[in-house]
């Protein structure tokens, strides 16, 4: 299992610090700014053994020509990203060996078109998915569609209950304030309200959270949720047919909450 460190960077994104008890180097994951990520490892006697980027997008990039100037590593990234700073690009299926151990590529467009996510798949499983699953939310539909992002949902879903999301924004109480809305009657939502308001009245970061929690507290992941299902009636208006009319109704919701 990875330590996985937050390195807060702009207003509400991480950047996560991948590493091994005992080694002196770090992996990073969408490194928007170099700085705060150079300030990281200068503070903490740690060198740079590469970059993963989950899309193209500038506050998961923006960082990585200054930091390939000071360190020779390579650059992870999709196959079809637009962003040009990728050295070893990948697709659905693919393995990449870090720190010897082993991640898996799936591509989960949805958010942009080159989305993708990283899974370590053990024991302790922890997931590295960028804009795509939040807490108690998903990405915006910038460039692809509810199919697609329904599809990386059901992909997520999969996984076990353990697994720890790694996702890259804080987000975590406007996301929880639109899922209290779609389903009122959830305690488990309001429960995680109150966990992650201390967690920020701590200036601590609410994240990871885990596969099961998102289960039990995303609207995004329970479209088949009767709850659920009829609040997207209700907000579309009409009796919604099927899973990905449903997501869709919640995530026009969300757009306009």
Not at 24 to 47: C, E, F, I, T
Not at 92 to 99: A, Q, S
Request: net charge negative.
């Amino acid at each position: 299992m990875f330590n996985v460190t937050p390195i807060p960077a702009f207003n509400d994104n991480y950047i996560w610090a991948i590493s091994l008890p005992e080694q002196n180097a770090v992996a990073v994951v969408d490194p928007g700014d170099a700085q705060p990520v150079l300030d990281y490892l200068k503070s903490n006697n740690l060198s740079l053994c590469a970059i993963l980027i989950t899309h193209h997008h500038n506050d998961h990039t923006g960082g990585v020509s200054k930091l390939t100037e000071s360190f020779d590593v390579p650059v992870y990234g999709p196959a079809n990203s637009p962003f040009k700073g990728i050295t070893h690009p990948l697709s659905k299926g693919d393995k990449i060996d870090l720190l010897g151990k082993t991640l898996t590529i799936n591509e989960i467009p949805g958010h942009t078109l080159d989305h993708i996510s990283y899974y370590t798949g053990e024991n302790e499983p922890q997931l590295f998915c960028g804009d795509t699953l939040f807490l108690a939310g998903c990405g915006r539909l910038f460039e692809g569609t509810a199919a697609q992002m329904l599809e990386a949902m059901d992909y997520f879903a999969e996984m076990p209950d353990n697994t720890e999301v790694y996702c890259t924004h804080e987000y975590s109480l406007a996301n929880l304030d639109f899922a209290v809305a779609v389903e009122p009657n959830n305690n488990e939502i309001k429960a995680t309200v109150e966990q992650c308001k201390a967690l920020r009245a701590d200036d601590q970061p609410t994240l990871p959270s885990t596969i099961g929690q998102e289960k039990q507290i995303n609207p995004f992941m329970r479209t088949h949720h009767a709850d659920v299902i009829q609040a997207a009636n209700n907000f579309s208006g009409s009796t919604l047919e099927n899973k990905v009319a449903i997501f869709a109704s919640i995530r026009e919701w969300k757009n306009q909450f």
